[in-house]
């Protein structure tokens, strides 16, 4: 059965907005996964290597480069939900925190 909207959810821009949200979100979790992933096979990489020196050195400097992409993820995410909660801007596709790649 095919539901109908009323004339007055119809009109709302809450249904765009939210579409919009979820994109956003979608695409915030997929760049999320993605960054961890790639973390999760440096510290396999360092796993596996023999200890070293140098070893340890790439992996702390790693380490220490983590948070960085994943803050600018979330902060480019907390930027567009602002963005659309606040309805100032005209709602855009696909916006900040958005990957790149597509689905």
């Known amino acids: 059965q095919a539901q109908t909207l009323d004339e007055d959810t119809a009109s709302s821009s809450e249904l765009p907005r939210a579409a919009l949200l979820c994109h956003a979100h979608k695409h915030l979790l997929r760049d999320l996964m993605r960054e961890l992933q790639a973390q999760l096979g440096a510290v396999g990489a360092y796993e596996k290597r023999s200890p070293s020196i140098e070893a340890a050195a790439a992996y702390r400097v790693a380490a ?24 100032s801007h005209p709602p855009r596709s696909p916006g900040p925190g958005t990957s790149a790649a597509g689905p």
């Open 64 to 87: 220490e480069q983590a948070a960085p992409p994943l803050v600018e993820l979330l902060a480019a995410y907390e930027l567009r939900v602002a963005e659309l909660a606040s309805g």
